[in-house]
């Protein structure tokens, strides 16, 4: 099995920033893409960002130009730095990587337990 485990996760005031950090552990054989999704309160969860293992990153258009993914390949670590925070960023934001492990078949997605993010006004 694979285990991602969350942090970074706070209270910040509008225009400030965070940075969250998911790192991968067990028995991991390869990781495909690792990323970050969001889910606020009363509303469907959404992609916020992802990186293929080439480390090329795709982000949602609501965190263009304020938010950037990186990994370590070699740490099994994916890291959200989050800038120009804004009230509508606030969610639990979940850590999802594309993983085989030694004891699954094939590709499995896993998930972090998740990390709550609070902008506030």
């Known amino acids: 099995q694979v285990q991602l485990v969350e942090s970074g996760g706070g209270l910040v005031q509008a225009g400030g920033s965070l940075r969250l950090s998911c790192v991968a552990s067990?028995?991991?054989?390869?990781?495909?893409?690792m990323g970050w999704h969001r889910q606020a309160p009363g509303k469907q969860g959404d992609l916020v960002a992802v990186?293929?293992?080439?480390?090329?990153?795709t982000y949602a258009d609501s965190v263009k130009g304020r938010f950037t993914i990186s990994r370590d390949n070699a740490k099994n670590t994916v890291v959200l730095q989050m800038n120009s925070l804004k009230p509508e960023d606030t969610a639990v934001y979940y850590c999802?990587?594309?993983?085989?492990?030694?004891?699954?078949?094939?590709?499995?997605?896993?998930w972090g337990q998740g990390t709550q993010v609070t902008v506030s006004s």
């Open positions: 990186i293929n293992s080439a480390g090329i990153p």
């Open positions: 999802n990587a594309e993983a085989q492990s030694v004891s699954s078949y094939g590709w499995n997605d896993y």
């Open positions: 067990g028995r991991i054989l390869s990781i495909n893409t």
